[in-house]
């Protein structure tokens, strides 16, 4: 029954790594959306993707590389991971005209 | 651009009494207003929303919000507030397309019984 879905749930992982979040949606969204939140609570978006196709890229190191397969996924894949990058990650989604968003649970991400 | 200001990290309340959480917003283009809630562990859920017509809305769980546009804010109000309201309140903005939406850095309600 879950809506948005990710996984993993945590991701504890060493500097210099690379790692993939994936993100899954049941509702037949046709955009989905990264958001990253830090340690301070400030959640800010990441991607915006509609019908596979990257609408926002905000400012993002390229390191982040945003991979949608269809549109119900949309996964996250990080090269090099730095030690900045450690925060929540949150998908979503939302239906046209995409003023409501569905949160996924989050990945809790440290990088040691 | 727009920005999203939430002044109170965190608030403390007793169970039954009534709440405000502040929010205020900068922005040289007309926006769309809203309020998101995160319970421990769990992603965000939408509060209410603010697009047009009546400048109070209601949300679920009994909240309501405010659109101020002279003061460019959007509080939000529980007249009586229970324990599983505790929870992280964001307040958020759009441009008038929901290609991008600014959310504020929380405030954390808890309820004291």
């Known amino acids: 029954d879950t809506a948005v879905s990710q996984t993993p749930k945590y991701l504890v992982t060493q500097m210099g790594n690379d790692k993939s979040i994936k993100c899954e949606q049941n509702?037949?969204?046709?955009?989905m959306y990264w958001y990253k939140q830090d340690s301070k609570k400030f959640l800010k978006i990441m991607f915006s993707?509609?019908?596979?196709?990257?609408?926002i890229n905000e400012t993002v190191p390229n390191r982040f590389s945003p991979k949608s397969p269809d549109k119900a996924h949309l996964n996250l894949h990080i090269n090099s991971l730095e030690l900045g990058d450690s925060a929540v990650y949150f998908c979503?989604?939302?239906?046209?005209?995409?003023?409501?968003?569905?949160f996924g649970p989050g990945t809790r991400l440290l990088v040691l | 651009a727009q920005s999203v200001t939430q002044l109170d990290s965190q608030v403390p309340v007793f169970e039954e009494a009534p709440v405000e959480l502040r929010c205020n917003y900068s922005?040289?283009?007309?926006?769309?207003l809203f309020w998101y809630v995160q319970y421990p562990n769990q992603g965000l859920q939408l509060l209410l929303k603010?697009?047009?017509?009546?400048?109070l809305v209601k949300g679920i769980n009994g909240f309501e919000a405010e659109f101020n546009k002279s003061q460019t804010s959007f509080h939000l109000r529980k007249p009586s507030v229970h324990i599983s309201d505790t929870a992280e309140y964001f307040c958020a903005v759009s441009d008038r397309n929901f290609n991008k939406f600014y959310f504020g850095s929380g405030t954390k309600l808890n309820v004291k019984p």
């Open positions: 509702l037949g969204h046709d955009t």
């Open positions: 979503a989604s939302s239906p046209p005209p995409q003023e409501t968003q569905y």
């Open positions: 922005s040289s283009v007309s926006v769309y």
């Open positions: 603010y697009l047009s017509g009546s400048t």
């Open positions: 993707y509609n019908n596979k196709e990257l609408i």
